[in-house]
């Protein structure tokens, strides 16, 4: 299948108290077509106003790619900015559970949420930023998702430990980072095996109000 061609779409920022940024990637299953991807994305193109995918595969800011399909790669690529408000969070919810049919494997997407009405040049304000950020996570199974969440987790805690020690040093942080994510797993397994829904795993997303402004992903 040819990677499909997007048209470019206006959409008004106009009482939008956000401006939300979703970029990552996900490997989708040799099988699917372009039309399970836009069944899967709706909850996003449609939260625009669009009819279809190519219709709202634009992103806010022309110099973003957007919503692509890679069919040759086999792969899914986010780099896609929408106005719009809190209720997006449902948007994203419904996007994870249906990627997670379609996922070979597992994959991180960050989304960020940019508040539209603050301005960090503004001397006399004392309003603070009501930006946000979050991780949202998908995956063929549980396991999947949490070997993603488990090797950001192992990268996050590296980086911010070789600031002081060898990164040869780290074998035992790393180890015990691995045992927790056991853990998880062996109760999610227990969870299942009696009928009780897994703690820990599914396309959730995770995250909070961090110090200072993300900047944009640019390309």
Not at 112 to 118: C, I, K, P, S
Request: charged fraction near 25%; proline fraction near 5%.
């Amino acid at each position: 299948m040819p990677q499909q061609q997007y048209t470019c779409r206006n959409m008004s920022s106009s009482n939008a108290p956000f401006e939300i940024h979703v970029h990552g990637q996900v490997l989708l299953r040799p099988a699917v077509t372009f039309d399970q991807l836009q069944e899967a994305l709706k909850p996003l193109w449609k939260y625009t106003g669009a009819k279809s995918l190519a219709d709202g595969a634009s992103s806010f800011y022309e110099e973003e790619p957007g919503i692509r399909f890679d069919a040759k790669q086999h792969m899914l690529l986010l780099c896609w900015t929408v106005t719009g408000n809190d209720d997006f969070r449902q948007a994203l919810d419904e996007m994870c559970m249906s990627l997670n049919e379609l996922a070979e494997t597992g994959a991180s997407i960050e989304v960020t949420f940019y508040d539209a009405e603050f301005d960090e040049e503004d001397e006399q304000s004392d309003a603070e930023s009501r930006d946000d950020f979050m991780m949202l996570f998908v995956g063929p199974n549980p396991a999947a998702i949490m070997q993603v969440q488990r090797d950001l987790l192992v990268q996050d805690v590296v980086n911010m430990m070789e600031r002081h020690f060898d990164g040869a040093e780290l074998g035992g942080v790393v180890a015990e980072i691995d045992k927790l994510f056991s853990m998880r797993f062996d109760a999610m397994v227990n969870s299942l095996e009696i009928g009780r829904p897994p703690r820990g795993s599914g396309g959730g997303h995770g995250g909070g109000h961090g110090g200072g402004r993300k900047p944009r992903h640019l390309h």
